[in-house]
């Protein structure tokens, strides 16, 4: 269920780094239903090619990898020169395994961080002259890690907490020009890469839903709706935030304090 028009971003464009599967993908899928123009980019580009043809047949799927500025800065300009301007731009590109600080090389280590922070610098900046001006909406995809440290997540926590302060810094910065840039920070969400990574099993997946204060992993359509809220008119006034689209994750751990023999909260 939406609260969105189905015409809702007709007439404008969006290039979704990333956005070749997961999350990011439902992302261009659900901006496309809703009329946009959509190009999606990957390092894959078996697996841009295919996520375009899923979006719908005017979708572009580009190749590039977000930790080389020259090859984003091409596939951005690619987009811009096939559909005019860009109105929306997700960086959404991330990389992540599980592993304690010491079994983490320094390569491991500034991969992730490569990916996701100097990934997010990359698209942002090798776009701000793409952009249709004023009204650009930019989104970065963070996550509950760059506000709450999490074990065996050191390069995740380092490379999102990064992000956070980016997006502020370009809200500053090119708030003047009619350019908004905000972040969604996704809770867990079901059928990911990422969750798979993090929780490969049912029964963690059970333990961490039940702290979950919704009881419950997300779904890739609820995170892009809070996608199109972003990019919508309705967030004009907008700009510098978070929105965390996680099921209250970030406030913490919602089991009952007291355990089976406690009060029930709610
Ligand atoms: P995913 O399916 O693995 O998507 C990652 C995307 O990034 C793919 O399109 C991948 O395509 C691309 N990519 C990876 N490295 C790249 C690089 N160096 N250059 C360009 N593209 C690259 O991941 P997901 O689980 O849906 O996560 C999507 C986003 O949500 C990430 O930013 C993640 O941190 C965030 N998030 C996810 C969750 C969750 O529950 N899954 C929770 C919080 C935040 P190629 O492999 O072809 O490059
Ligand atoms: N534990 C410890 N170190 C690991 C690791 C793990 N599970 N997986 C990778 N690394 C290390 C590698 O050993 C390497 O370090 P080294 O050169 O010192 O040995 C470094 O990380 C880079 O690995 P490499 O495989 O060369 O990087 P890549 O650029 O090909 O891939 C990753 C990047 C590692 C992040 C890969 O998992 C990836 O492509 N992820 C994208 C999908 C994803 O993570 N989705 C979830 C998003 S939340």
Redesign the pocket.
């Known amino acids: 269920m939406s609260a969105f028009k189905d015409n809702l971003l007709a007439g404008k464009t969006a290039f979704i780094?990333?956005?070749?599967?997961?999350?990011?993908?439902?992302i261009a899928k659900r901006y496309a239903e809703l009329g946009a123009k959509v190009a999606?980019?990957?390092?894959?580009?078996e697996?841009?090619s295919n996520?375009a043809a899923e979006i719908g047949s005017e979708a572009l799927g580009l190749?590039?990898?977000?930790?080389?500025y020259a090859a984003?800065r091409a596939a951005l300009e690619e987009a811009a020169g096939k559909f005019g301007p860009l109105d929306i731009v997700v960086?959404?590109?991330?990389?992540?395994f599980v592993a304690p600080a010491l079994a983490m090389s320094a390569n491991g280590f500034r991969t992730v961080v490569?990916?996701?922070l100097n990934?997010t610098f990359n698209v942002f900046r090798g776009c701000r002259d793409l952009l249709r001006t004023p009204g650009a909406a930019l989104i970065?995809?963070?996550?509950?890690?760059a506000v709450k440290p999490a074990m065996l997540q050191a390069h995740?926590c380092a490379a999102?907490a990064g992000i956070n302060q980016l997006i502020r810094v370009l809200a500053m910065e090119w708030g003047p020009s009619g350019v908004r840039v905000n972040g969604?920070?996704?809770?867990?969400?079901?059928g990911?890469?990422?969750?798979?990574?993090?929780s490969p099993t049912e029964a963690s997946t059970r333990a961490l839903a039940a702290r979950i204060p919704l009881r419950r992993?997300?779904e890739?359509s609820e995170?892009a709706e809070s996608a199109v809220f972003l990019v919508s008119d309705s967030a004009r006034y907008v700009t510098g935030t978070i929105l965390d689209c996680?099921g209250g994750s970030q406030l913490g751990d919602a089991r009952d304090p007291l355990g089976e023999q406690g009060l029930q909260p709610g």
């Open positions: 780094a990333g956005g070749t599967s997961g999350i990011n993908l439902g999606v980019a990957g390092r894959n580009p697996k841009a996520a190749s590039c990898d977000v930790r080389d984003t960086s959404g590109a991330a990389g992540n490569d990916i996701d990934g970065a995809i963070t996550a509950g890690q995740v999102k969604i920070s996704p809770g867990p969400i079901a990911t890469e990422g969750m798979a990574r993090l992993y997300g890739i995170v996680d």
